[in-house]
């Protein structure tokens, strides 16, 4: 009975949530310019989106990128996400790997607050028994496919990142087709950091499909700062935009243009 309660709440819990929310952000250094990113994490988590990051390598790479990259870790760890430093030819499984595990990790996280309210202390999924254990994650991996997603992909794209800009392409699009067999609805926005005018720029708007953005990736112009920060502070206020834009919908059904100011705080 304390698990069938435990799977009824978490499920009820995680559908009233409705949508599963994540920033990707893709980069292969450290950020230079503006507010912290670690602290724009930990604000993007306290608004409910997971922040996950990718710190892309490759074979020659100089010694003080690679440690530019330990920053990956701790942006993830204040998003409440997860880091993964890999290489170029890597990339694209990746991508993929880390969206989906991220997406599991939040709905865990729910389940495992729950556990704890029903039979108090500090149990977790793992403190169940295998069976029982077995019966939970069936739930978190329904939920997982039946959730309707969110991704924004926050992707560097300073000079060192020309000769990824390719392989992020590819990534992409192969994110999208792994995402088609889901159940939930999944639309996503590209935003490229820096902007020409701005820290960030918001590339493709909201959509379910992600293969007009390879033509755009191709025609922006690499190069300049990394401003890491706040780029996901941009991230931040265009979920913020989203969400006013389904306040106003749900109060009027006519459609209003404008939801999305000009990128740069």
């Known amino acids: ?9 978490g499920e009820m819990m995680m559908r009233k949530k409705g949508t599963l929310r994540q920033i990707l952000l893709i980069t292969d250094g450290c950020s230079n310019q503006g507010s912290d990113p670690v602290a724009m994490a930990a604000l993007a988590s306290e608004q409910g989106i997971t922040v996950n990051v990718i710190g ?3 074979e020659n790479m100089p010694e003080y990128h690679r440690q530019g990259l ?3 870790e701790e942006i993830a760890s204040a998003g409440g996400g997860i880091s993964q430093i890999v290489y170029t030819k890597q990339l694209s499984q990746t991508v993929q790997m ?4 991220a997406m599991t990790q939040t709905i865990q996280g729910v389940v495992n607050g729950e556990l704890q309210q029903i039979l108090g202390g500090k149990s977790t999924l ?5 069976d029982k254990r077995g019966e939970v994650m069936e739930v978190v991996d329904e939920l997982g496919e039946t959730m309707d997603l969110e991704v924004l992909l926050l992707i560097d794209a300073s000079g060192s990142m020309e000769d990824k800009m390719a ?23 590209v935003c490229v950091f820096p902007g020409k005018k701005y820290d960030a720029e918001l590339l493709m708007d909201w959509s379910s499909r992600l ?9 922006v112009e690499l190069g300049g700062i990394t401003p890491t920060g706040p780029a996901i502070k941009e991230a931040i206020s265009i979920f913020q935009s989203r969400r006013s ?8 059904d006519e459609p209003r243009d404008g939801y999305f100011k000009e990128s740069g705080m």
């Open 1 to 9: 009975m304390v698990i069938r309660n435990l799977l009824v709440k």
């Open 70 to 72: 330990k920053e990956v």
């Open 211 to 219: 293969e007009s953005v390879t033509k755009m990736l191709s025609q």
């Open 126 to 130: 793992d403190d169940l028994p295998p």
């Open 167 to 189: 392989t992020v392409q590819e990534s992409l699009l192969d994110l999208s087709i792994s995402l088609n067999s889901r159940i939930g609805d999944n639309q996503f926005a």
């Open 245 to 252: 834009k389904r306040g106003l919908l749900s109060r009027d």
């Open 98 to 101: 880390v969206t989906r595990k």
């Open 56 to 58: 892309v390598l490759n």
